[in-house]
């Protein structure tokens, strides 16, 4: 039967013409939904959560690392993140090293559950490199080598999460092949994300030393990013959970475990949820578990835009329903058992390694080729970081006199400022360097505020370079 709508009145036709609408919207929605399924929403009015998880060290003395990245990722599981939104970088030679106790497991507390299983292998070996993360990051697909091709494919009403846990130094955070990411870079990176217009804000975490030194001075505001760091610009971060330390992790470990910083926003993360939770509540729980190390601690900070610290954690590392603390996965932790945290004993990044290596040491039977082997790997160590200490000491000195080398090498620049004005000449004194004297270790690496100092200076490659063959005796 057809409708004669000249009989209808013109409000009954309009209300008529909002029914079909609604009901083809509703029909459109319930068959894309059963067709294609859903992403990792955050908010039905947010968009998309997307997620980089970033481990930049290799070796079983690094296991906190590695460790500290696939919690990160048993908790944007939970949260509902789906694989398809979180980009993973880790090297993957921890789980099954052969110095891990526990084949094909890590574990990121004394006493917590694998956090391993199920981990993407995104970007791990020779494909974890610097030029694939910051092309993951702006969603440019045709820059990565290798790798599962996996990027941050995100739209306007998108939220993206950033999180790092490795070592660092001024200016630059560690990879492990030699592909070191340099703070004006991942601030071009960011920059050009903005510019795109391919996110509504962003939350980034760093774990690493003087992390600080990689947005102070650097991060605009009005790029809708807010950053916390474990450290200030001039301090180390803290690992935790360290053998011969409380609390220890199981007795068959000779690593440390954790983070200090991170597993604090992790096992608060664990305990509370994030639909409740804001980034500005966490960052103060962390901020407080961090500094309640005292001289064993460092200073938490916060970087970019601190409105977005209002934000409700979900908004970017995802909501579950429940907070089972009882989940495998999960460590306990959070403002409910602060006190029992704040007990661990954190240990300073440097001297975690060594902590490693005096383990293997006493592990190794006496008189055995294996202790032998470990022996010499410790004291390689501790003679390259006394060579490193003494080549930068007497660089100082040839290039500002004996009075003022030292204070020069090891000026910090005031709140505010980046610790280089000409990242160009940064970047060519570090290589200039390498030249003439060999690659920085991590170790090493504690010292690049000294070739920002010499920048800021107004040395010139070709002053350093004379002064490096001098001092090393590597004529090139």
């Known amino acids: 039967m057809a409708f004669n709508f000249q009989y209808f009145s013109p409000i009954l ?10 009901t083809e919207s509703r029909l459109t929605q319930e068959t894309f939904k059963s067709t294609f399924g859903t992403s990792s929403i955050s908010n039905a009015d947010e968009g998309t959560n997307w997620a980089v998880l970033v481990a930049g060290s290799r070796g079983y003395g690094n296991y906190r690392h590695q460790a500290d990245i696939c919690h990160a990722y048993q908790i944007l599981k939970k949260n509902g993140l789906k694989d398809e939104n979180i980009v993973v970088f880790m090297y ?6 052969e110095d891990n106790p526990r084949k094909g497991i890590i574990i990121n507390n004394p006493k917590g559950g694998d956090v391993y299983k199920g981990v993407p292998k995104d970007y791990t070996g020779k494909y974890l490199t610097t030029s694939n993360l910051l092309a993951a990051i702006l969603g440019n697909k045709t820059a990565i080598k290798g790798g599962s091709g996996k990027v941050i494919n995100s739209g306007p009403n998108d939220r993206i999460f950033i999180y790092y846990s490795d070592h660092g130094s001024p200016g630059v955070l560690t990879m492990p092949n030699d592909d070191d990411l340099y703070a004006k870079d991942f601030i071009n990176t960011l920059k050009k994300k903005h510019q795109m217009g391919t996110y509504k804000s962003m939350v980034i975490y760093v774990e690493a030393c003087e992390a600080g030194s990689i947005f102070e001075g650097l991060l605009p505001k009005e790029w809708n990013i807010y950053v916390t760091t474990a450290s200030n610009p001039e301090e180390s971060s803290w690992a935790t959970y360290c053998p011969g330390f409380d609390p220890s ?27 409740s939770e804001t980034v500005e509540q966490q960052y103060q729980v962390v901020k407080k578990r961090t500094a309640d190390a005292g001289e064993h601690g460092s200073h938490v900070m916060e970087y970019g835009n601190i409105n977005f610290s209002k934000d409700h954690l979900s908004l ?6 429940t907070t089972d603390s009882g989940h495998k996965h999960h460590n306990k932790g959070g403002k409910g058992n602060h006190n ?3 007990s661990s004993t954190p240990v300073e990044q440097h001297e975690a390694d060594i902590l490693y290596l005096k383990r293997k040491v006493s592990r190794a039977p006496e008189g055995s080729i294996k202790r032998k082997e470990a022996q010499k790997e410790l004291d390689d160590a501790l003679s390259h970081r006394e060579h490193v200490d003494c080549t930068f000491e007497e660089i100082g000195k040839t290039l500002f006199g004996e009075e003022q080398g030292n204070a020069m ?9 980046s610790i280089v004005d000409d990242w160009d000449c940064f970047k060519t004194l570090v290589e200039t360097y390498k030249t003439h004297c060999g690659a920085l270790s991590t170790y090493g690496k504690k010292h690049m505020r000294a070739f920002a100092n010499m920048c800021n200076s107004g040395v010139q490659q070709a002053q350093l370079a004379k002064v490096a063959s001098q001092v090393c005796g590597k004529q090139v």
């Open 316 to 321: 970017y590392i995802g909501s579950s329903t």
């Open 249 to 275: 992790p199981p007795e068959e470990y000779d690593t440390c475990l954790g983070d200090l910083y991170s597993v604090a926003w992790m096992e608060d993360s664990d305990m509370h949820n994030t639909q």
């Open 409 to 417: 090498i090891k000026t910090v620049r005031s709140t505010g400022q």
């Open 13 to 22: 036709i309009f209300l008529l013409a909002l029914l079909i609408q609604f």
């Open 92 to 97: 993957d030679d921890i789980a099954h090293n």
């Open 340 to 342: 029992n945290q704040a």
